[in-house]
């Protein structure tokens, strides 16, 4: 399932994904009071601005993104899976707005 973003709609991608059967849903464009992912990245990256000593180079970049990865509590990333279910009615049920997350 893709969240509608610019990127994803080039011909490759569009391509691909019906190639491998990813579905698409109609819901408001790069929402991330819809796309759990955007929730992980912000969790991410307060993990990376948190770190007593900030990457100095893309190595550094690397091992510390896989460090606070692998740290991510699965409690909150299940907790955002199984809001899902609830963040897609509520787009069903207002589909010219914008829906705000409690996650």
């Given at each position: 399932m893709d969240d509608n973003a610019p990127p994803h709609g080039a011909r490759i991608v569009t391509a691909g994904s019906q190639e491998v059967g990813v579905?698409?849903?109609?819901?408001?464009?790069?929402?991330?009071?819809?796309?759990?992912?955007?929730?992980?990245?912000?969790?991410?990256?307060?993990?990376?601005?948190?770190?007593?000593?900030?990457?100095?180079?893309?190595?550094?970049?690397?091992?510390?993104?896989?460090?606070?990865?692998?740290?991510?509590?699965?409690n909150n990333i299940m907790r955002l899976v199984r809001s899902m279910r609830r963040r897609a009615s509520d787009v069903k049920l207002w589909p010219n707005q914008t829906c705000e997350s409690n996650v």
């Open positions: 579905s698409h849903m109609v819901w408001p464009a790069m929402s991330p009071d819809l796309n759990p992912i955007q929730h992980v990245w912000d969790q991410l990256k307060q993990r990376l601005d948190a770190r007593a000593q900030p990457p100095h180079d893309l190595a550094e970049l690397h091992v510390a993104l896989v460090e606070e990865w692998n740290a991510l509590p699965q």
